[in-house]
Every structure is written in structure tokens, then in C-alpha cells.
């Protein structure tokens, strides 16, 4: 199986700044890759995706890729005390999604 | 409302039954997943059908069982052989699967617990 690994965290922001998650994987060949947030006790819900080297933003997230260096990352400005969440990283092999464990970000008041 | 159903939100097992998971989606997708996820883990893959009266092992398949007999759902059987049930069981669904950039959706899950 493919690995995505992920900081567990919790990475803990004040409202207002800027959350930065990171993600490596170690298929070179990963070609597709997912933002999920899952609120506690709740399932994944998708975020974004991306798929070519560089920047992709959609509201205040922002998600970077670099397949040179096989990392995936995700940028959160502005946060939110709504923000608070695990988020997975996935990257697609295949049929199917590899998830990395997820990294709890709690935004504080 | 378009959307991923799975029922029930609470399951209790005692040991040596079979229960069964159901998963609902009326989004008209080919595909369909059923991951499980431990605490502190991530979801690892059980089943997955990509059209109906076809499945395939996913990761972890052992213990576990699954059908496709119609496009919208995809029960799944967690039998006896499963040695450690206890988990939150997550039903999503895609339009082609295995395609590019193709999304999956999560249904909310069933909790299901070994007394």
C-alpha cells in the first residue's frame, strides 16, 4: 500500500492566521491528490483536489503541490474557530484513495 | 436531496454475529468504497465496486463481505471472522472511479461497536 504521511499535530493557530498542513507520499507516480476535513465524529468532507504542480486556491484555502519532492500541502488563511478539524490528505493509486492519518488543527480565540 | 445514506448511525455487535451495513446513494454514481477508520488512523479501504454485479478486495477485506446487485446500493456484511469490528465505518461513492481526478463522496457512517 502506499504511504501518505502526515504531522498527527495538533497544530494549534490563533483565529485570524495562517494554517499550513504538509503531506509526503512515497508513490513518485501519484498523479491526483485531496484535501478532505472531518469534523469530530463526523465523515470526510472534501476540501479540494489538485493535480499540477503549483498553487490551486478556492476561498481561503489554498492547496501546493510538488511532485519533485512528492509533498502536498495545505495553506488556511484567515482561520476560524470553524476551521478546528482533522484533515486527511489522499492521494489517489488507481481505483482507490490512500489516506494519511490526518492533522487535528484546533483554531483559538 | 442528492446525497450518500448509510443506516444505522449505532451499531452494537455481541461476538459471533454477522451485522449488516447498509449504504444508500441516489447521486447516480458507478462507483462505490466502503472504508473503515480506527481512532488516530486513517480510512483503509475494504471493498469497492466500479459497476453493479462486480467487487473487488479492497486492503483489508478479510472478515468482510459485500454486493452490488443494484447501481444505488452497497450493503456490507461484517461476519463473525472479523476479529476486531469495533470501528467507523465510512460508505462513499464516485461518478466513474479510478479516473483522474474523479472525487469521492462520504456517506456519515455507521459507528459500530463489539459488546
Known amino acids: 500500500q502506499k504511504e501518505v504521511e502526515q504531522n498527527s499535530g495538533p497544530l494549534s493557530v490563533p483565529e485570524g492566521a495562517i494554517a499550513s498542513l504538509n503531506c509526503t507520499y512515497s508513490d513518485r507516480g501519484s498523479q491526483s491528490f485531496f484535501w478532505y476535513r472531518q469534523y469530530s465524529g463526523k465523515s470526510p468532507e472534501l476540501i479540494m483536489f489538485i493535480y499540477s504542480n503549483g498553487d490551486k486556491e478556492d476561498g481561503r484555502f489554498t492547496a501546493q503541490l510538488n511532485k519533485a519532492s512528492q509533498y502536498v500541502s495545505l495553506l488556511i488563511r484567515d482561520s476560524q474557530p470553524s476551521d478546528s478539524a482533522t484533515y486527511l490528505c489522499?492521494?489517489?493509486?488507481?481505483?482507490?484513495?490512500?489516506f494519511g492519518a490526518g492533522t487535528t488543527v484546533t483554531v483559538r480565540a | 436531496d442528492g446525497g450518500i445514506t448509510q443506516s444505522p448511525k449505532y451499531l452494537f455487535r455481541k461476538e459471533g454475529q454477522n451485522v449488516t451495513l447498509s449504504c444508500e446513494q441516489n447521486l447516480n454514481h458507478d462507483a462505490m468504497y466502503w472504508y473503515r477508520q480506527d481512532p488516530g488512523q486513517g480510512l483503509r479501504l475494504i471493498y469497492y465496486s466500479q459497476i453493479v454485479n462486480d467487487f473487488q478486495k479492497g486492503d483489508i477485506a478479510e472478515g468482510y463481505s459485500v454486493s452490488r446487485e443494484k447501481k444505488e446500493s452497497f450493503p456490507l456484511t461484517v461476519t463473525s471472522a472479523q476479529k476486531n469490528p469495533t470501528a467507523f465505518y465510512l460508505c462513499?461513492?464516485?461518478?466513474?472511479?479510478?479516473?483522474?481526478?474523479?472525487?469521492?463522496?462520504f456517506g456519515p457512517g455507521t459507528r459500530l461497536t463489539v459488546l
Open positions: 489522499a492521494v489517489r493509486d488507481d481505483y482507490k484513495l490512500s
Open positions: 462513499a461513492s464516485s461518478i466513474r472511479g479510478g479516473q483522474g481526478t474523479d472525487t469521492q463522496y
